[in-house]
C-alpha cells in the first residue's frame, strides 16, 4: 500500500493550489478517501472527505467554499482543488486511506502561502 502525495509549494494568499495523491496497491475504488492537513505546532485536522464512489463530500468549516475534493477512480487517484488560500492554510497536506484499523496515510507535502 502506498499513497504518494504532490503538488504542494509556495503561494500567495489568494492564490491556489492543487494537490494530487496518486493510490498503489490496494483497490483504490472500495475505499473512502480524505486529505487531512497539520500545520506547525498544532493537531492535524480533517479537511475534506469523498466516499468510494464519489457521489459524497464533507468538508472542515475552514475550508468550505474554497477547496474541493475530487477522485478518478479509473486513475487511482483522488485531488484536493485549493482556491483563495490564506496563510492559515499553510501546512502538511496528508492523504488519507479510509478510516479505523484501514486507514493509511502518504507521507505528506508542504503548503505554504505567504507574500
Known amino acids: 500500500v502506498q499513497l504518494v502525495e504532490s503538488g504542494g509549494g509556495l503561494v500567495q494568499p489568494g492564490g491556489s493550489l492543487r494537490l494530487s495523491c496518486a493510490a498503489y496497491?490496494?483497490?483504490?475504488?472500495?475505499?473512502?478517501m480524505s486529505w487531512e492537513r497539520q500545520a506547525l505546532g498544532k493537531e492535524r485536522e480533517s479537511v475534506a472527505f469523498?466516499?468510494?464512489?464519489?457521489?459524497?463530500?464533507n468538508y472542515a468549516d475552514s475550508v468550505k467554499g474554497r477547496f474541493t475534493i475530487s477522485r478518478d477512480n479509473d486513475k487511482d487517484m483522488v485531488y484536493l482543488q485549493m482556491n483563495s488560500l490564506r496563510p492559515e492554510d499553510t501546512a502538511v497536506y496528508y492523504c488519507?486511506?479510509?478510516?479505523?484499523?484501514?486507514?493509511?496515510w502518504g507521507q505528506g507535502t508542504q503548503v505554504t502561502v505567504s507574500s
Open positions: 469523498i466516499n468510494s464512489a464519489g457521489s459524497s463530500t
Open positions: 496497491g490496494f483497490t483504490f475504488s472500495k475505499y473512502d
Open positions: 488519507k486511506r479510509g478510516r479505523g484499523l484501514a486507514a493509511y
